[in-house]
């Protein structure tokens, strides 16, 4: 057997990293009229997704959980950057240019005080400050911290954020599909010649670093995410690290996985059969593709993310409410592995041109194993377009 190919090199053809001003600037256009809808003054972002969104500042640093990061986005204006002195170089390279700093860690005074009267400026008294407070978000600073800048503003008032958020950000720019398009593509290629090199024997530790080292070859920037299972009829977890378990004739390997490139996911799995495959696992993974076929006739503008989740639920024989174990059977796809809406029965979200989406129905296979199948979508005027290659209708069997 082979190693994974190397042969495509570096990112041939790859899109152009990073976004034109003009790209900010229709964002920042976006949230400021949801934010006068709304009766806000400021938006407040300390988290990593929203700050990049808005201001383009990327860095791998969000992992390091030391110091804070704040942006302001006011009313008018464009956003002000009030963040430690170790990404000034970085955020001037963005198109911030009000950008105040101090030196982080500070066991006193991290920042709070800057932020205060940064908050000051751009709110008036008995002011509204959005800030995304729902589900899916979190608050990236010491919460003794928060308490304290509420404490220093007076009058101004914090307010949840979360739908103005959601909304600018749900609808992906040209630009922005460009990118998920190409993580999705070489994620692909990289599934496509895994039957080329894999086979029973393999420890799942092993498969899992040279499918890496192999969707590394083809061009994107990272692999964060990926985890799969194997067994006889399907995996008994489909969130799990390797184990080192080697697998064997008969079983049922699924990789799942989430590559990046310029700071944009894909988000999808494959199934493969090794050596042989029960009739069960067969029909599984046919009723689940179908399953994926219901979803893409249903994807199209007007639908809401309700009508995706029952369409596949129908499809597989379950009940059109029933979420069963896993919860949803997808859900947005973007600057994170995971975003906002969830096809859910419950999310009556509606489909909207420039959405991306995953389609990710499960079901059981035998009692204590199943399958999750996952492609991903863009929202289209006139329906939807797979971003990812669509796996075969049957399932593929690795000798």
């Known amino acids: 057997m082979s190693e994974p190919s190397s042969a495509s090199g570096p990112a041939s053809g790859a899109p152009k990293r990073g976004f034109p001003v003009s790209e900010f600037e229709t964002r920042l256009d976006r949230l400021q009229s949801l934010m006068e809808r709304d009766g806000l003054h400021a938006l407040f972002f300390t988290t990593e997704e929203p700050i990049r969104y808005i201001t383009g500042f990327q860095t791998p640093f969000f992992q390091s959980p030391t110091r804070p990061w704040f942006v302001i986005v006011p009313g008018t204006g464009k956003p002000i950057a009030v963040i430690p002195e170790i990404g000034a170089a970085l955020m001037a390279a963005t198109w911030v240019d009000d950008i105040r700093t101090w030196a982080s860690p500070d066991p006193v005074d991290d920042g709070v005080s800057l932020l205060a009267d940064a908050l000051a400026g751009a709110v008036p008294d008995q002011g509204r400050i959005g800030m995304p407070m729902g589900a899916e978000t979190s608050l990236r600073m010491p919460f003794q911290d928060f308490e304290r800048l509420r404490e220093g503003l007076g009058g101004r008032r914090f307010q949840d954020a979360?739908?103005?958020?959601?909304?600018?950000?749900?609808?992906?720019?040209?630009?922005?599909?460009?990118?998920?398009?190409?993580?999705?593509?070489?994620?692909?290629?990289?599934?496509?010649?895994?039957?080329?090199?894999?086979?029973?024997?393999?420890?799942?530790?092993?498969?899992?670093?040279?499918?890496?080292?192999?969707?590394?070859?083809?061009?994107?920037?990272?692999?964060?995410?990926?985890?799969?299972?194997?067994?006889?009829?399907?995996?008994?977890?489909?969130?799990?690290?390797?184990?080192?378990?080697?697998?064997?004739?008969?079983?049922?390997?699924?990789?799942?996985?989430?590559?990046?490139?310029?700071?944009?996911?894909?988000?999808?799995?494959r199934n493969f059969a090794v050596g042989t495959a029960s009739d069960a696992a067969r029909r599984a993974y046919r009723t689940l593709h179908q399953a994926v076929d219901a979803g893409l006739a249903v994807a199209r503008p007007g639908a809401t993310c309700a009508d995706l989740f029952r369409a596949m639920q129908n499809c597989i024989g379950a009940s059109p409410d029933s979420v069963g174990d896993v919860g949803r059977v997808g859900h947005g796809l973007g600057m994170q592995l995971t975003e906002p809406p969830s096809l859910t029965p419950f999310d009556e979200t509606p489909l909207a041109e420039g959405m991306v989406l995953t389609l990710e129905p499960s079901m059981s296979v035998v009692p204590g194993r199943i399958m999750v199948h996952e492609e991903n979508i863009v929202i289209q005027e006139d329906g939807c377009t797979l971003l990812t290659t669509r796996a075969p209708p049957d399932l593929p069997v690795v000798t």
């Open 162 to 269: 979360t739908a103005i958020v959601n909304t600018a950000r749900r609808k992906k720019s040209t630009l922005e599909i460009e990118k998920i398009a190409w993580a999705c593509g070489r994620a692909s290629d990289a599934f496509a010649a895994l039957p080329n090199w894999i086979g029973a024997g393999f420890a799942d530790t092993e498969i899992m670093r040279r499918f890496r080292i192999d969707c590394l070859n083809r061009g994107v920037d990272a692999v964060p995410y990926l985890v799969g299972g194997a067994g006889p009829d399907g995996t008994a977890d489909v969130i799990a690290p390797p184990t080192g378990r080697e697998i064997r004739s008969g079983d049922i390997l699924m990789l799942d996985t989430g590559c990046v490139y310029d700071g944009y996911f894909c988000d999808f799995d």
